[in-house]
């Protein structure tokens, strides 16, 4: 079984213009990988920002809000005691806790989420097995098309891989 096929570049534009040419193909299920960031594949890939500031900020608000209403509750209610003649709720005194568990539970959402999001952590890819994949993180370009493109045909994807002049195509083992 394979997860789909691999192309080798040697520069960023070769990349690019496959990119684009399997973008007019129209494949949608496609990744690339690159030594460093290149924001016209991330155009092309259609990535996006992800809601984790979302739920970072619903997190810190959510913290905020419990650590508030604790310390609420138990300088009002539960156990109020009038110390110098201070006011039982006495709100600025509860903003320096409040604040420091609102940015411990943001900052911990924002981790989880990020980590959920991007179903982390995965010890193993597919695209591990391609022979030379390891100089993806040094000076080589690579694009996967996916077995899970409703366009993948074996031998029709590796003939349009060819025709985009790469340095090699390779077959993504599934396991």
């Not at 040697?10 to 494949?27: D, N, Y």
């Not at 999001?117 to 591990?128: T, Y």
């Not at 391609?130 to 993806?136: I, Y």
Request: some cysteine; aromatic content about 10%; proline content about 9%.
């Amino acid at each position: 079984m394979s997860a789909g096929l691999m192309a080798e570049f040697q520069e960023a534009e070769a990349l690019l213009r496959a990119l684009r040419a399997a973008r007019a193909a129209g494949w949608r299920r496609m990744d690339a990988y690159a030594p460093y960031p290149l924001p016209e594949a991330a155009e092309l890939l259609d990535a996006h920002g992800g809601p984790v500031a979302w739920i970072a900020i619903g997190a810190g608000l959510c913290g905020a809000a419990l650590s508030y209403g604790t310390q609420y509750w138990l300088s009002v209610h539960d156990y109020p005691i009038n110390v110098g003649g201070r006011p039982l709720h006495a709100w600025p005194a509860f903003l320096p806790a409040t604040t420091i568990v609102a940015i411990l539970w943001a900052a911990a959402a924002a981790l989880l989420g990020m980590l959920a999001l991007n179903r982390l952590p995965r010890l193993h890819h597919p695209v591990f097995a391609v022979p030379g994949f390891g100089r993806a993180s040094e000076d080589r370009f690579f694009l996967f098309l996916s077995s899970r493109d409703p366009r993948f045909r074996p031998e029709a994807t590796a003939r349009f891989l060819h025709g985009l002049s790469p340095l090699r195509v390779s077959e993504v083992p599934e396991k």
